[in-house]
């Protein structure tokens, strides 16, 4: 009897672990789709400069990239919306998918990378992985607000900020 209940929690254990995938997976997709954080936002099919910007505390300046292809107009049968890019130094920090409303998105994330955790403060769910933090929220009424993060680019930004700091003390 013992037998049999040890194979079946070893079974179930086996199952949950195929069928929900853990962060690690969201670390290793690094993005959506053919969209890559970290790499260069001008390289990316259809992506056009909307608005380039200086934020007070950065170096370098930063740019909003809006993206129109085919390849990103659905995830499924869910239509896109929108997809806009966040980039620093040129570099994609953000990948900000507006979609229609569809309980399957969640559904088939869960299902990629295990249960979200909830933000009651922010009102949304997310995934984070060692690089990467995927927020899933409300936009409006009938839109969901999906948005890939890279937490390497503002350890950069960081970088860059202490770099400078250096270079007026170097002139003392």
Aim: hydrophobic letters at 35%.
């Amino acid at each position: 009897m013992v037998f049999r209940y040890c194979i079946a929690l070893i079974l179930t254990l086996s199952v949950y672990s195929v069928v929900a995938q853990s962060t690690a997976d969201l670390d290793s997709r690094n993005g959506f789709k053919d969209i890559r954080l970290g790499t260069r936002a001008d390289s990316v099919k259809g992506a056009r400069l909307k608005k380039e910007f200086t934020v007070k505390e950065n170096v370098y300046p930063s740019q909003t990239y809006a993206v129109e292809h085919p390849e990103y107009t659905s995830i499924g049968d869910v239509r896109i919306k929108s997809v806009e890019l966040g980039a620093y130094r040129n570099l994609i920090e953000t990948i900000t998918l507006i979609t229609e409303k569809d309980p399957r998105l969640m559904k088939a994330l869960e299902g990629l990378f295990g249960r979200a955790t909830y933000d009651a403060k922010n009102n949304q769910y997310f995934w984070r992985g060692e690089s990467v933090l995927l927020t899933y929220k409300s936009h409006s009424k009938n839109n969901l607000l999906l948005e890939y993060r890279s937490l390497l680019i503002p350890r950069m930004m960081v970088e860059d900020r202490k770099s400078k700091i250096d270079k007026i003390a170097d002139d003392f």
